[in-house]
């Protein structure tokens, strides 16, 4: 049986840590996302020095575990003295700038190798015709590989944001009270597994189930130009099962 009177005490504990995880995910995703764009276009360049370098690194992130990222960089920093003696000492004693920057550079890496996919699909007949009308290759990228791109991109876009919203409960490891912090204490403190983590499984199950429907939205958005040219084709069909050329 669940102790309801335990987890109504602890609501007010758990919605402070549910602020501090969304606070933490929407300063990865902004700034993951102003980095990953740039990045994204050095990726798919046809120079080989600058897409190899990038490759590197996103190649390095995506294959070594965020869990031990966010330690060499919370704890390991710690151990060079030109990093206590410089000027951004105080930022890497924050147990949240350690962990904002551990989250974005890993969802830099993944959402780097996102776009730059997207971008080198980009039909080469789109890029001709733009050219073909005299824009320049900034208005090219702006007008014409970038929408493209995103759209291609975005149904895998919301499965990172949701993965690294699960990732912001590594955070707790840092001393960062967010959900998982908070059903960590519940549980010390009560020794009930059903009034702590099942309580933070069903705050992390809503937000999943919100950016879901939030990423559908804009899915919707932005490729409603697929529903419309399927449309014609949809009405074409029983038309074509009745042809007795084709049956």
């Known amino acids: 049986m669940i102790d309801w009177e335990i987890v109504a005490d602890n609501l007010p504990a758990f919605a402070g840590g549910l602020v501090n995880t969304l606070i933490l995910l929407a300063t990865v995703i902004v700034s993951g996302f102003a980095i990953s764009v740039p990045l994204a276009l050095m990726r798919s360049t046809r120079s080989s020095y600058v897409s190899r370098a990038v490759w590197l690194f996103t190649y390095v992130i995506r294959g070594t575990p965020l869990l031990v990222q966010l330690f060499i960089i919370y704890y390991g920093m710690a151990q060079f003295e030109f990093v206590r003696s410089s000027a951004l000492w105080p930022l890497f004693r924050s147990p949240w700038f ?6 974005t550079i890993n969802t830099v890496a993944y959402t780097t190798e996102i776009f730059a996919g997207a ?11 733009a050219r073909s009308i005299g824009l ?11 929408p493209s791109a995103w759209r291609r991109a975005l149904p895998q876009y919301g499965n990172e944001v949701v993965m690294m919203m699960h990732a912001t409960a590594l955070a707790s490891t840092v001393t960062i009270v967010e959900v998982m912090r908070v059903a960590r204490d519940v549980y010390t403190n009560y020794l009930v597994l059903t009034e702590s983590f099942g309580v933070a499984a069903a705050i992390y199950l809503c937000l999943t189930i919100g950016l879901t429907a939030l990423f559908r939205r804009l899915e919707k958005h932005f490729l409603r130009h697929l529903s ?20």
């Open 228 to 247: 419309r040219s399927e449309a014609p084709n949809a009405k074409v069909q029983p038309a074509e099962r009745l042809n007795p050329k084709v049956a």
């Open 98 to 103: 350690c962990a904002w920057l551990a989250l």
């Open 119 to 129: 971008i080198r699909t980009t039909a080469p007949g789109e890029i001709e015709a």
């Open 136 to 146: 320049s290759r900034a208005a090219v990228l702006r007008y014409v590989i970038w």
